[in-house]
């Protein structure tokens, strides 16, 4: 392959933070990598380390969480929680060897358009040294 | 060790009272290295169970594997109580199924054994070989008597004891209601050194490892199954909708199981090695759970199953938990 | 039919001779067994208990594509096996061979599954047979023995210092021809025979299956089940390395427009094997399950096809983390119901 590997990063985005943030880093037309796939989800919270796994073996060769900072969560804790499961989750995946370059986790609140620029152009950095992810994608269907 | 009269004659007492609907503990198996676990309803039973470093299963896994059928209009449900034996390391399981409300601490009578040790049938396979006999053995603080259909030998204790009981810290049961036999002193301590062992592959050898090994799982869920911390009603890995895992066995959806299982586990294993005991296919599933155990450890400074007046792991946080990763 | 055999270091050679042939044997990864395709003849060896997972899978893998097609298109394409690409599992045992005759009774009954049996017939079965029987084996019992000739096309002996093989059919005959064995005489036979008789005697365990199964169905509703039942945990172990399980889910699976239709095994421990739509579950309890799966081995199937659907491997029992022993519960099952016939 001559062309160069352009990672698929999914990221799931808070609605009251960041996925405001992705929205105002598009209406100040700040340019972002368009390797990241965005979904929003109501809280940082609501994401459930099972859906990490599953992107990983649709496709996703990184995923990015993003949520309000410490202490801003609209639900007051969604956050914190967040925070706990995805550090576990990444050492767990790190040790069937993963690199944890494919777990990343921002704070990026509502009026940090630019943060999420540099988050997102970072991630795709990193996801872009680290290859393909294809440990544990699915390949049943070989047409 | 405690006296297998002592322990019949508590079990019988126990199942003669009217607030007691079962008693699980163990009883001689038909063959092998390992006792079978005994479901017993009756007083009359009692004289089945014993406790030798056979009984290596821990009945805590029982007592939600007991499925209820609806009860019909009219009548009442059994609320009586379930009794259970216990070990050091099973009753671990019994605190954490309290931390989590599973049941209330009034729906359990606990019958704790201290213990020092029960045999690995792999490692006795290994030194003796298969048998089709019925195996009784002996434990002290230096051997292990094993006795294979009346044939006896002796072996160097951590030659032939699970893994587990070579770090185990807790020998004496942490919750019971009635101590059977007398406390025994801790001999072994848990430094992780497993785990330092394995973190010295690089990526690329963890993922052979695993490749390897999840690979041949046939996804009987026998580690689910036996797992005391694995009580929920519909588990997310046999769920159909949504079908987060499928149910076609190759190395995506074996990997994404036991992700899932380790994940799901995390600051909620007790370290009772059952998944990994029963596994037919040698998966050395523990070797997730334990680290899962060591960052649950050193990141939040929490120790499962320990005690019962704790908060559950991921359902409690600190705002100063670590966070080095986060952007 | 013929008597050939072969020297102990001469086995990566014959096996190298089959190049007509995907030949599969056992591998190992540690201490578990499974038959693999032979990639490199000479890490192939004959010295082995059994596999820990029956060849079963090699007729009816544990998943396995039926069909492809592409989502909003109205065509497809199946996948059913080629029979005519000739496959040899070599030292499989008399038990799990003897397990394909049981098994071929269902896969050729009201519908012929081409899957299947288009795998067996293009399969060549060498057996190895046990000169020393594992602990919890029973072969003898249901219709095995440790040197059953039932269903192979060749039987291998390991007489010690070489191995003897004897085909049983033309499909064997001509596995011997291409491994290119040499031709083996009268002592070799006779030592066999002589060896397929000893080994019959080490067999430890046995049961009586006469009148079971007209028995069981008269315990459907007895509580006997229960002191088995109440240590069973659900899980799928006995049945999936049950060579004569065979039971099988179907789903269908897609990677964006991409899909299948593919079958897994599933097993009749399990909840939800019986589990409606609407919730309801006729075997709600482990009681209906480990009932289920006792009498259909002894007694629904052999009502339909007339023989027992077990093999007497002894898996179930090695492998039952909870000691269920199938062979102590139809000895117990003897004795059960009488007393509670006469009062209920």
């Known amino acids: 392959m001559s062309e160069e590997f352009e990672p698929n990063i999914v990221a799931f985005l808070c609605n009251w933070c960041s996925y405001a943030g992705a929205d105002l880093a598009g209406t100040s037309r700040t340019h972002y990598l368009p390797n990241v796939k965005i979904i929003r989800v109501m809280c940082s919270g609501r994401v459930n380390p099972l859906f990490l796994v599953n992107a990983l073996q649709q496709g996703a060769d990184g995923v990015l969480i993003s949520g309000c900072h410490p202490g801003d969560c609209h639900y007051l804790e969604g956050n914190f929680f967040a925070r706990r499961r995805f550090m576990l989750m990444r050492k767990l995946l790190e040790h069937v060897g993963v690199d944890p370059a494919r777990v990343n986790m921002s704070w990026v609140s509502a009026s940090e358009g630019a943060k999420f620029k540099d988050v997102v152009d970072e991630v795709v950095t990193k996801v872009k040294e680290v290859g393909p992810m294809d440990q544990f994608r699915r390949r049943q269907i070989n047409w | 060790m405690v006296d297998e009269k002592k322990l019949?004659?508590?079990?019988?007492?126990?199942?003669s009272r009217d607030d007691v609907r079962r008693l699980i503990g163990w009883k001689r198996s038909t063959y092998g290295y390992e006792a079978a676990p005994a479901v017993l309803t009756d007083a009359s039973e009692a004289d089945q169970l014993i406790f030798d470093p056979t009984c290596v299963q821990n009945p805590a896994s029982f007592i939600s594997l007991e499925?209820?059928?609806p009860v019909p209009r009219g009548q009442e449900p059994d609320t009586r109580k379930i009794a259970v034996m216990v070990k050091g390391c099973d009753s671990r399981a019994i605190v954490q199924q309290l931390v989590e409300k599973a049941y209330n601490r009034d729906d359990v009578v606990v019958l704790g054994i201290p213990c020092i040790g029960v045999i690995d049938r792999r490692k006795a396979e290994k030194l003796f070989g298969e048998t089709g006999k019925q195996v009784k053995a002996k434990v002290d603080k230096e051997k292990v008597a094993v006795d294979i259909g009346g044939d006896v030998k002796t072996v160097d204790r951590k030659d032939i004891l699970m893994d587990k009981c070579l770090r185990c810290r807790y020998p004496n049961p942490l919750v019971s209601d009635f101590l059977l036999g007398d406390e025994v002193e801790k001999w072994a301590d848990d430094d992780f050194a497993d785990v330092d062992e394995f973190e010295k592959m690089t990526p690329e050898e963890k993922w052979k490892h695993w490749d390897e090994q999840l690979s041949k799982c046939i996804r009987c869920y026998s580690c689910k199954s036996v797992?005391?911390?694995?009580y929920c009603v519909e588990c997310v890995v046999t769920q159909q909708k949504p079908q987060w895992t499928r149910r076609s066995t190759d190395i995506s959806e074996n990997a994404a199981y036991h992700l899932q299982r380790a994940w799901h586990l995390a600051g909620r294993c007790i370290e009772c090695m059952e998944c990994q005991r029963v596994c037919p296919v040698d998966i050395p599933i523990m070797e997730l759970n334990r680290k899962m155990t060591r960052e649950v450890k050193e990141m939040f400074d929490y120790e499962p199953g320990v005690d019962a007046e704790a908060e559950p792991l991921l359902a409690s946080y600190n705002p100063q938990d670590p966070e080095d990763y986060i952007m | 039919m013929g008597d050939y055999k072969f020297a102990k270091d001469k086995l990566a050679e014959a096996l190298s001779g089959l190049t007509d042939y995907e030949v599969f044997a056992p591998a190992a990864v540690g201490d578990v067994l499974r038959?693999?395709?032979?990639?490199?003849?000479?890490?192939?060896?004959?010295d082995y208990d059994n596999t820990t997972v029956p060849p079963k899978e090699l007729m009816f893998p544990q998943t396995e594509t039926l069909f492809k097609y592409r989502l909003g298109q109205t065509d497809i394409e199946p996948t059913v096996p080629d029979a005519s690409a000739k496959r040899a599992v070599v030292g499989?045992?008399?038990c799990d061979a003897l397990a394909y005759t049981i098994v071929d009774n269902l896969y050729g009954w009201d519908f012929p599954d081409p899957y299947y049996q288009q795998r067996r017939e293009a399969t060549t079965l060498v057996g190895l047979a046990c000169s020393d029987p594992c602990a919890n084996c029973f072969c003898p019992s249901v219709g095995g023995a440790p040197a059953s000739e039932k269903g192979l096309d060749a039987l291998i002996f390991d007489l010690g210092d070489a191995y003897y093989v004897k085909t049983l059919t033309d499909k064997g005959e001509e596995f011997a021809k291409a491994a290119g064995?040499?031709?083996?005489g009268d002592a070799e036979a006779k030592a066999a025979a002589k060896q397929g008789?000893?080994?019959?005697?080490?067999?430890?365990?046995?049961?009586?299956?006469?009148?079971?199964?007209e028995h069981l169905p008269e315990l459907y509703d007895d509580k006997f089940w229960e002191q088995f039942s109440d240590r069973c945990l659900s899980c799928g172990i006995c049945t999936f390395l049950c060579p004569t399980c065979h039971c099988f889910d179907i789903q269908d699976e897609s990677e964006g427009f991409d899909s299948r239709r593919a079958r897994m095994w599933d097993t009749c421990m399990f909840a939800e094997y019986t589990r409606h739509t609407s919730g309801h579950n006729p075997r709600p309890t482990r009681k209906e399950r480990t009932r289920n799966r006792i009498s259909h081995k002894y007694s629904y199937f052999p009502e339909k096809f007339d023989v027992i659907a077990c093999v007497g491997c002894g898996r179930c029992i090695n492998n039952c983390p909870v000691n269920i022993d199938i062979v102590d519960i139809l000895e117990k099952s003897k004795q059960a119901g009488a007393k509670e016939a006469k009062t209920a």
């Open chain 2, 67 to 69: 499925e209820k059928k």
């Open chain 2, 227 to 230: 797992c005391p911390m694995c």
């Open chain 2, 8 to 15: 019949q004659d508590k079990a019988r007492e126990t199942l």
């Open chain 3, 35 to 46: 038959f693999k395709v032979v990639e490199d003849p000479a890490s192939v060896s004959l």
């Open chain 3, 181 to 184: 064995l040499e031709a083996a």
């Open chain 3, 92 to 94: 499989i045992r008399p």
């Open chain 3, 197 to 213: 008789e000893e080994a019959l005697g080490k067999v430890q365990r046995s049961i009586d299956t006469a009148g079971i199964p």
